[in-house]
């Protein structure tokens, strides 16, 4: 069984948003308090995960990943919310700058395939970094906004990452 999903972060692959069941940060000690953020967000879920669109809150800010080509990167961080909205990314510059202090990296890869999420989505940041560290078996189920309720049927996929690219996708029955 496919553990539950324990993170506000998300995930695009093919312009389909995804719930990690964690952050490709907690690896790394302190990314939980990274930044300590005044927000007022609702999140409405229900208890078999129908309709939700986000995952519960283990921090104040969500971290948006980006696969592209089986490589893995942080492309946004955000205030933790619906994802509705067609601009992602909208932490402050100052955000931006002590998640690379703390990864020590930067924000500097600028290719466009990088920037656009789906159709309708952008990101603002400036720039992505790919997820080198990230290692081991991760679980991700499709997010779904209320109007989809009818996909509600996705199985979780496990995937395992080697050095930030994805090297073994897996479709599961179960689900988070």
């Known amino acids: 069984m496919a553990p539950p999903i324990e993170t506000c972060d998300v995930l695009y692959e093919n312009g389909v948003r995804y719930m990690p069941n964690k952050s ?4 790394k000690p302190g990314y939980d308090t990274l930044m300590l953020l005044e927000v007022n967000v609702v999140i409405a879920s229900s208890p078999s995960g129908v309709g939700r669109v986000i995952g519960p809150r283990e921090k104040s ?25 067609p601009e992602v990314g909208c932490l402050n510059g100052m955000a931006y700058k002590k998640m690379e202090r703390f ?21 603002l940041s400036a720039g992505a970094i790919f997820a080198s560290w990230v290692d081991g078996a991760y679980f991700r189920q499709r997010a ?28 599961r029955s179960d689900r988070p």
């Open 24 to 27: 490709f940060l907690n690896g």
């Open 103 to 123: 990864l020590g990296l930067k924000f500097s890869d600028r290719d466009p395939s990088k920037k656009k999420l789906t159709e309708t989505q952008k990101i």
């Open 144 to 171: 779904l906004l209320p109007d989809e309720n009818a996909l509600a049927g996705y199985p979780c996929e496990k995937i395992v990452f080697r050095h930030g690219i994805k090297v073994a996708p897996k479709t």
């Open 61 to 85: 800010y969500s971290a948006v990943w980006h696969i592209v080509h089986d490589s893995l990167f942080l492309v946004g961080l955000d205030y933790p919310h619906d994802r509705t909205t």
